[in-house]
């Protein structure tokens, strides 16, 4: 019986638990012997070889592209951030004239107003800006005036916010 390549190669790697009975047999067998010596000059080698640098980077196309964001960049998170912030202030500062304008709501309900809101949102920049607005003795001047501007600045800052985002998306 010769020594099997799973032997030959135990023995190399000095992993073998028979390492007297395969020697044994090497010093007999000049076949067996020869074919460890052929073996043992493929590893050696193996090992000279030099160390190639790839042409290609396999790990490439597996890796994330840096150009792709994992998130939406920081000033564009702040722009909506700012935008739900400044809604937050006009709505509160809205509901007030909201209930001058429409007696009939009643504010206690208000998720049902809530949800009215928005509908009266894009009705309301209509009408002020194509309608004069009817005499509201209730409301202070500096508030009317705060309210205006607060009102301009949503807008600004809600129409440049998606603008931003509308971008982004289309890059
Ligand atoms: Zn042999």
């Not at 390549?5 to 638990?17: F, G, K, P, S, V």
């Not at 194509?130 to 508030?143: A, K, S, Y």
């Not at 301009?152 to 603008?163: C, E, Q, R």
Request: hydrophobic share 45%; aromatic share 6%; net charge negative.
């Amino acid at each position: 019986m010769h020594l099997t390549e799973d032997q030959l190669n135990e023995y190399l790697d000095e992993a073998t638990i028979e390492r007297v009975q395969i020697e044994e047999h090497l010093s007999s067998c000049d076949e067996c012997a020869a074919r460890l010596s052929t073996l043992q000059n493929v590893f050696t080698e193996l090992d000279s070889l030099p160390e190639l640098e790839l042409t290609r980077d396999l790990a490439a196309p597996f890796t994330l592209r840096p150009s792709l964001p994992a998130q939406l960049p920081k000033f564009l998170t702040l722009t909506v951030t700012l935008q739900a912030a400044v809604a937050l202030t006009a709505i509160g500062i809205a509901i007030p004239f909201i209930a001058n304008l429409m007696p009939s709501i009643n504010l206690s309900a208000f998720v049902g107003v809530s949800i009215q809101l928005q509908t009266q949102w894009t009705s309301w920049l209509d009408t002020l800006s194509t309608f004069q607005l009817p005499p509201m003795p209730e409301l202070p001047i500096v508030e009317m005036s705060s309210l205006l501007i607060t009102l301009a600045g949503v807008s600004v800052i809600w129409i440049l916010g998606n603008g931003l985002l509308l971008r982004n998306q289309l890059k």
